[in-house]
């Protein structure tokens, strides 16, 4: 192991309080199943799983702490994200009912994924929480802390994978129900438009600390 195997139980245990504590990936995953269905939902959760990745890199390189360091990085990231989800607000709100069965966007699986991964990646609080969580779980005793941290990454990514997965088949589900009829279509649409805009204004009045 890459790790020092005598922490896993914990940080097993820790990874499994926080995929279910609701936030705004999990919130992005329910809105993405009960909109469009379940394959997006997968697609956009693949898109989150790598950007957690992504910011276990961040943390083993330093980036975590440039941020936590520096208002205006942090600045940057989180504006750039809040502006990227007013855009996926206002394109769910200008979207239209479809007959049942068809889609009412036709997205690729590389734009869901590409959806998801700028999601999360775009959140400053995730490089934050990576660069304090997975450090705590790395050994100077056991090998390079860059090597413990990637790896202990990829472990949270992997497990967070797997649960956006069935919460992906689970909002899938009920999604299929709701939009079989054109108002509810257009009900789901907007409020999808107001998760993102949640998410873009709890972006905008987070703190840098604390």
Not at 13 to 21: G, H, K, Q, Y
Not at 75 to 84: L, Q
Not at 137 to 146: C, V
Request: charged residues 10%; positive net charge; glycine residues 8%.
């Amino acid at each position: 192991m890459p790790f020092d195997i005598s922490v896993l139980p914990v940080f097993l245990a820790a990874c499994f309080v926080l995929l279910i504590t609701p936030g705004p990936d999990l919130a992005f995953i329910v809105a993405t199943g009960a909109t469009e269905g379940r394959r997006p939902a997968l697609w956009a959760s693949a898109g989150i799983a790598l950007a957690m990745f992504a910011h276990a890199i961040f943390a083993a390189v330093g980036v975590a702490a440039i941020v936590a360091t520096s208002p205006l990085a942090f600045d940057v990231i989180r504006y750039g994200g809040a502006a990227y989800l007013v855009f996926l607000a206002y394109k769910s709100f200008l979207a239209k009912p479809f007959e049942a069965g068809v889609q009412t966007t036709v997205r690729s699986p590389f734009d869901n994924f590409r959806r998801g991964f700028l999601t999360n990646l775009l959140n400053p609080k995730a490089i934050l929480f990576s660069g304090v969580f997975l450090p705590q779980f790395a050994s100077p005793s056991f090998g390079p802390i860059l090597h413990q941290i990637i790896a202990l990454g990829a472990v949270l990514a992997l497990l967070g994978l797997l649960f956006q997965a069935a919460v992906s088949v689970a909002s899938g589900s009920l999604g299929q129900w709701l939009l079989s009829s054109p108002r509810r279509q257009v009900v789901l649409e907007r409020l999808m438009g107001v998760v993102f805009l949640g998410l873009a204004a709890r972006l905008i009045v987070m703190e840098r600390k604390g």
